[in-house]
């Protein structure tokens, strides 16, 4: 195992030097959070793979694929359908925006006055996010190294905490560009085929497993939709995704480059449900499914491949866990913490002092690193706080965001009661039915809009002229571009 340690200590430090190298470049606040809004095609979608296919998607995923077979496909493949759609006909206006939050966007859109309530679910969804994924740091290191799993969240979170505080997205953009490397070599181009032959290949899989391991619906019609409810809508709404879309250097980038990152993800999703299939043939009694990735990296990859799959593990772990981070970090000074303090500007208005706005974000990252860690260590129903984090983001925000870029008669009025009447019949719903239960969101949802329609409709329509300064915007005019931003672009 010397030679996996290896691989896997090299891997570490290589984040954390990448972390110093980002300190350097980010010297403003249009650096530090949306690496300058310069990323150009290469770098956008490698950014955007890394940042929705994290852990959960690589190894939820492979044990997804060992419960289910080929249908365990469809939580990864409806995360690649959500980052599809919202390059396709969401990101160009979004990247035209010119905002940092999704609360900013939802100000502008209606006129103020909905951004703290909106702030404070999306940096709960964030918050979440982060947690989740620093707890999955447990299971990775007790593979690696046999370490306690405190310590494990630990060292890894500390990790991830440090090279985001260090650089911003600007140290995010490099370590998610080097994980994406390192997770297509070690999932797709060495796991895939090793796990398929050390299977039998596919027809001594299907000889040895039930036919419904190859039937595309086999995991059942309704959990799908339920995928494709949280899943694929949560792709157009989440801050953490759209502070991505915030980094092309143009609407073009973002559509073509979030285009090619969401077919990744289709890919990378059949890939996981190979994997578990080919799982099942080897170890057909794990105790866990979740356990299938670990078990095949573990006993059946060559020293050295065995510590680069494994890193792999860890890269999308890494991946979701900075963006989450900073995601909720600059929720929280942004959207929250400026606001009750009455010192929040108009969203796009220049004059920001780089300096003290570098800092106070850098702050908010190590402080909120430091509640994900503590909160990892105290959770340990994983599946549960996503859930609750998703069906908040789903049934209070889906509906004011899309509703504010299709519908103009959506008022500020119909936006908070969106927010409010959809994020507590949510939570409602879960105490009622259960947290993993699928009626909480289904029902959140209709809540939702039905607030939205009725009282938007009942409400005085959205001012004239903030609809116009919204045109304006989302056509890529009317919004002075941030005084601290370089010229030029990164590939």
């Known amino acids: 195992m010397a030679v996996d340690y290896t691989v896997i200590v090299l891997y570490l430090a290589g984040m954390l030097a990448m972390g110093w190298w980002g300190m350097r470049r980010a010297k403003s606040k249009s650096e530090f959070l949306v690496a300058g809004r310069r990323l150009g095609p290469m770098m956008y979608s490698g950014t955007m793979a ?33 980052l599809l759609a919202l ?26 006055r909905a951004g703290v309530i909106s702030g404070v679910v999306m940096w709960a969804y964030t ?81 040895k497993l039930p036919t419904t391991y190859f039937d595309p619906l086999g995991i059942g019609g309704e959990t799908i939709f339920t995928y494709v409810l949280i899943y ?49 043939v080897m170890y057909p009694h794990l105790s866990s499914p979740d356990s299938a990735f670990a078990t095949i990296v573990k006993d059946e990859l060559p020293i050295g491949v065995r510590g680069l799959v494994l890193a792999a ?10 963006g989450a981070l900073i995601a909720c970090a600059t929720v929280a000074n942004n959207d929250i913490w400026s606001r009750l303090r009455g010192v929040i500007k108009p969203s796009g208005a220049s004059g920001d002092e780089p300096h003290d706005e570098v800092k106070g974000n850098r702050l908010f990252i190590l402080i909120m690193g430091v509640a994900t860690i503590c909160i990892a260590i105290a959770l340990n129903n994983v599946v549960e706080a996503l859930t609750v984090a998703y069906n908040l983001l789903v049934g209070g925000l889906l509906v004011p965001i899309l509703g504010g ?4 008669r959506g008022t500020v009025a119909g936006a908070l009661a ?39 409709l009942a409400t005085k329509p959205t001012d004239a002229a903030v609809l116009a300064t919204w045109r304006e915007r ?12 370089p010229v030029g672009a990164t590939q």
């Open 87 to 112: 390059s396709v006909f969401f990101s160009a206006r979004i990247a035209r925006l010119k905002v940092y939050t999704v609360s900013e966007m939802l100000d502008l859109r209606y006129g103020g």
């Open 232 to 280: 694929t809508f949560g792709m157009l709404i989440g801050q953490d995704i759209w502070q991505r879309v915030f980094t092309a250097r143009s609407d073009k980038v973002a559509r073509i480059g979030g285009t090619v990152a969401g077919t990744y993800c289709l890919l990378y999703a059949i890939a996981g449900a190979v994997i578990g299939t080919a799982a099942k």
């Open 127 to 207: 918050l979440m996010l982060a947690v989740t994924s620093t707890i999955a740091y447990a299971t990775i290191f007790d593979v690696l190294f046999d370490m306690p799993r405190t310590f494990a969240i630990i060292l890894g979170g500390a990790i991830v905490v440090a090279y985001s505080t260090l650089g911003g997205m600007w140290s995010i953009t490099l370590t998610d560009m080097v994980q994406f490397v390192v997770k297509t070599i070690g999932v797709l181009l060495l796991l895939l085929p090793i796990a398929v032959i050390k299977a039998g290949g596919f027809s001594e899989m299907k000889a």
């Open 405 to 408: 870029l299709l519908w103009k």
């Open 474 to 485: 989302l056509a890529g005019r009317g919004a002075e571009a941030d005084a601290d931003e």
């Open 418 to 456: 969106a927010v409010i009447v959809g994020g507590l019949g949510v939570i409602g719903l879960m105490a009622g039915y259960g947290i993993l239960a699928n009626e909480p969101v289904y029902y959140g949802l209709v809540l939702s809009l039905a607030a939205y329609v009725i009282v938007s």
């Open 313 to 322: 593990a860890l890269a999308a772990v890494m991946s979701t866990s900075s």
């Open 50 to 82: 890394a940042i929705v296919l994290g852990g959960a998607s690589t190894i939820g995923g492979v044990g997804l694929g060992y419960q289910y077979g080929l249908s365990g496909a469809w939580m990864v493949f409806t995360i690649g359908l959500g």
